[in-house]
């Protein structure tokens, strides 16, 4: 026996329903962790010479970092700065 | 009858139903009610965690200053030390008083953080304050946040309710900013908000500091025959220094032969903006509550010196959280809109003042 109209109509808006629950609950676990590194950069304040590694505690911008190998002039943490990973395909 | 007819005379019949529930009873209200709530609920679950994330946070960092009962530390400084706003029926003096009571607050938190940290480091010490501070802070939104729900609930007030819920996501991401904001003044890396020190921490070259305010300093340099005058707060702990009195000392220092005040400062975007964009005015750019902001007013207007005001975009989040690298470039920007200012419109053997306005944790 086929199905009545109304049991079309009922199945139809609870499938519309389900759908739109199942799609926003999905929606609001989809967010993406982004992987970020924090970066040292130290530049030479005689020359040009510039160089960047990973931040390490009791970094800070101003702190001297030894001898440039360039010319043997300071070495100085000019910037510290957060970068995001990008995404791996 | 048909089928036909008895599906009509259904449809009909729920349609009238359905709009009188709809129409003449609070039954949608309810539902809705209901509906925000559990969001809510959920959304308080989040908020609990962020705040007790921040406590442990708090805690493990005052474990490694060796402080005895971090937990106790930390008890005694959530929810004190508030500030009640003076009186402004009566403006006369505001500025005056609200300075003493932000002082006497501000020196309060820093004897508590003495006594209770007495074998850290100067800059250990102000970045624990800060770490306090936006625990507190953590503590007051959860709190605020359960006070309307609850409200809402008492009261079946559907459209507090609603108003709390949807205001509920900028609330979770701005505490989840607090939080992160915590890994940044526990490495001691810059902010944001670094921003104005860090063009100021650029435009001092090899000059030394000088003392001229609590926490703040100022450095002698020049540019293209311009005396420069560069004022900063004392890094690389955490403190924002009290620059408007040290731009007012400054100034009566030179006897007011200031060609330009120029300050630089970070400033919320709004959404249309890029972050790192630099934008130039007039004006004091200084966010405090007023004091520090019209110290440096009444300097420049006392003595009839330009003041301009140079600022670095960013949002919310990113003023507070650990320097991203369109801030940076944002910087380098700035430093060099700032030059340009002082070679246009600053006369050879001029001098000017450059402000850079910010906390200057993790910058010299």
């Known amino acids: 026996m086929a199905p009545d ?31 970020k590194r924090t970066i040292t950069v130290i530049k030479c304040s005689s020359c040009d010479h510039e160089q960047s590694r990973d931040f390490k505690e009791g970094d800070f911008v101003g702190k001297e970092e030894g001898q440039c190998p360039k010319c043997g002039g300071k070495l100085i943490v000019s910037a510290i700065y957060v970068e995001e990973i990008p995404e791996k395909v | 009858m048909d089928g036909s007819n008895d599906w009509a005379s259904t449809l009909l019949v729920i349609l009238i139903l359905g709009s009188f529930l709809l129409n003449f009873t609070d039954i949608p209200q309810k539902m809705q009610l209901w509906r925000y709530s559990s969001y809510i609920r959920k959304k308080i679950i989040q908020l609990t965690e962020i705040e007790d994330e921040g406590r442990r946070k708090v805690i493990k960092y005052l474990n490694r200053l060796n402080v005895e009962n971090p937990r106790k530390v930390l008890e005694g400084f959530v929810d004190n030390f508030f500030l009640i706003s003076p009186v402004n029926i009566e403006p006369t003096d505001i500025i005056k008083r609200l300075r003493h009571l932000i002082r006497n607050r501000d020196e309060s938190i820093r004897r508590y953080v003495e006594e209770n940290i007495p074998n850290a480091s100067l800059v250990q010490r102000q970045n624990a304050e800060v770490l306090l501070e936006i625990s507190s802070v953590l503590t007051l939104i959860n709190k605020i946040v359960k006070h309307y729900f609850q409200l809402g609930v008492k009261y079946n007030n ?39 020190p860090l063009v100021a921490f650029y435009l001092k070259g090899d000059a030394k500091p000088v003392r001229i305010a609590k926490e703040t300093i100022y450095y002698e340099t020049s540019l293209d025959g311009r005396k420069v005058y560069i004022i900063k707060a004392e890094g690389p702990g955490s403190t924002v220094g009290w620059p408007g009195e040290a731009v007012e000392k400054l100034v ?29 005015g007039v004006g004091a750019a200084i966010g405090d509550p007023g004091p520090e902001k019209i110290a440096i007013e009444r300097a420049a207007s006392r003595y009839g010196i330009p003041l301009d005001a140079v600022v670095i975009k960013m949002s919310n989040e990113e003023a507070i959280n650990s320097m991203t690298k369109q801030v940076l470039e944002g910087v380098k920007k700035a430093v060099e809109i700032v030059k340009k200012v002082i070679r246009d419109k600053v006369p050879e053997s001029g001098s000017v003042i450059v402000v850079g306005i910010g906390n200057t944790v993790g910058i010299a």
């Open chain 2, 158 to 196: 559907w459209i507090l309710m609603m108003q709390l819920a949807l205001e509920l996501q900028q609330v979770v991401k701005l505490a989840k900013a607090y939080d992160d904001a915590m890994d940044a003044f526990m490495a001691g890396m810059p902010i944001g908000d670094g921003a104005g």
């Open chain 1, 5 to 35: 109209v109304m049991t079309i109509v009922f199945l139809a808006i609870m499938a519309f329903i389900i759908s739109y629950m199942v799609v926003t609950a999905l929606k609001s676990r989809q967010e993406p962790v982004k992987l």
């Open chain 2, 252 to 280: 009566n220092m030179l006897g007011g032969s200031v060609s330009r005040i120029i300050t630089v400062d970070a400033a919320l975007k709004l959404e249309s903006e890029k972050t790192g964009e630099v934008a130039y």
